[in-house]
């Protein structure tokens, strides 16, 4: 029913950026939460960022704050993560999620409807 596609994963050199893509197969993304997620093999998959269907209210993790930034473009149907000043801590598959529901809960992963593919990132030191 919902579709979602992450791309602009890759392999960065320390310090560099990444700018991420997440696109929506539906006009409903406009009323969507969205966020980002991440997962390296063998660990829990973690909350990175997310944002209200509105595009206005970020959340972060702590560990990204000042260096991530979520925007959502309601026009195009798609969700971004801005990552600068990396760090080959930040070396995971990224995943984009969609809540389509009433309450928002931002860093449960739960509590997400749909989820994308993933993209891979890569940090080099």
């Known amino acids: 029913q919902v579709q979602l596609a992450e791309s602009g994963g890759g392999l960065v050199q320390a310090g560099g950026s990444l700018r991420l893509s997440c696109a929506a197969s539906t006009r409903t993304f406009t009323t969507y939460f969205m966020g980002w997620f991440r997962q390296i093999p063998g660990k829990e998959r973690e909350f990175v960022a997310a944002i209200d269907w509105r595009g206005r209210i970020p959340y972060y993790a702590e560990s990204v704050k000042g260096r991530f930034t979520i925007s959502k473009d309601n026009n195009k149907n798609t969700v971004y993560l801005q990552m600068n000043s990396l760090k080959p801590e930040d070396t995971a598959v990224y995943y984009c999620?969609?809540?389509?529901?009433?309450?928002?809960?931002?860093?449960?992963?739960?509590?997400?409807?749909?989820w994308g593919q993933g993209t891979q990132v890569t940090v080099s030191s």
């Open positions: 999620a969609a809540e389509s529901g009433g309450a928002w809960q931002p860093q449960v992963e739960s509590a997400y409807d749909y």
